[in-house]
């Protein structure tokens, strides 16, 4: 701000000096406040643009919108096993088909993980070790971050271990899985089928539950997953169920680059 008028001047010629007033840095100092205020009002009002800032849809978190279309799918998955179930009723009325069409075709529907299967299982269920573990066990460095948190590789070894004891269906957490489903993780969350979930992750798998424990203690990955859990403290618990009916799976089939084995 300019000081001008604190500056001497001089009066008119023959004149006696004019009076200049004066200086008051109280006033200098309020006219600077309404000033900063209009300043910072009108740089409110740009950014905005007339929206709230805490509620504008457009400034949502990744994760909410994630946790929305999550929910979403979920939704769409409830109403396509809805309308799924209506188009097998009105085929199974009258389709035309023989009885051994019908018989290949329920083969196949078993088969594709459509169906529901009932049988005794067994539920893995894995979690994150708490964010203060520290390492129980003598030579063993104290964990990284990473170190205690579940990975896509402990979902897939579990998953990749019950097919091979034999497994007639599994379901990762509500959902059943098929040829096409994959496990995959981002950050600590499960994404299956366009779903997400934060641990503890289950796993259930209808087959004999002898052969499902066994598959598990000889796999590589998972033998490598149970060092973490002894020494660190990820979560790791196996229970036999007894008798259940796993649901088929509701969700899309369609296949684009693909086609059945003769």
Request: proline share 6%.
């Amino acid at each position: 701000m300019s000081n001008s008028a604190d500056s001497p001047g001089t009066g008119s010629t023959g004149s006696a000096p004019v009076r200049r007033p004066r200086f008051r840095p109280v006033r200098v100092l309020t006219v600077g406040v309404f000033a900063l205020a209009g300043l910072i009002f009108f740089t409110s009002f740009n950014t905005a643009k007339g929206t709230n800032i805490r509620t504008d849809t457009s400034l949502l978190k990744l994760s909410d919108l994630i946790q929305e279309r999550s929910h979403k799918n979920g939704e769409l998955d409830e109403s396509n096993a809805a309308l799924r179930d209506d188009v097998e009723s009105l085929a199974d009325a009258d389709d035309g088909s023989t009885q051994a069409e019908d018989e290949k075709l329920a083969r196949l529907e078993k088969a594709a993980g459509t169906q529901a299967v009932k049988g005794k299982a067994i539920t893995v269920t894995l979690n994150d070790a708490p964010p203060n573990a520290t390492a129980k066990l003598p030579g063993y460095p104290e964990p990284q971050p990473d170190y205690l948190v579940i990975h896509q590789q402990d979902l897939q070894a579990v998953v990749n271990a019950l097919w091979q004891g034999g497994a007639q269906g599994i379901k990762v957490m509500d959902q059943r899985l098929i040829s096409t489903s994959a496990v995959r993780c981002v950050g600590n969350t499960l994404i299956l089928q366009g779903r997400v979930y934060s641990p503890p992750y289950k796993i259930q798998a209808v087959g004999d539950p002898e052969k499902l424990q066994q598959a598990l203690a000889d796999s590589p990955a998972i033998q490598n997953y149970m060092v973490y859990v002894n020494v660190y403290g990820l979560g790791w618990k196996v229970t036999e169920d007894g008798t259940v009916t796993l649901p088929g799976y509701s969700g899309t089939v369609d296949l684009h680059y693909a086609k059945p084995v003769e």
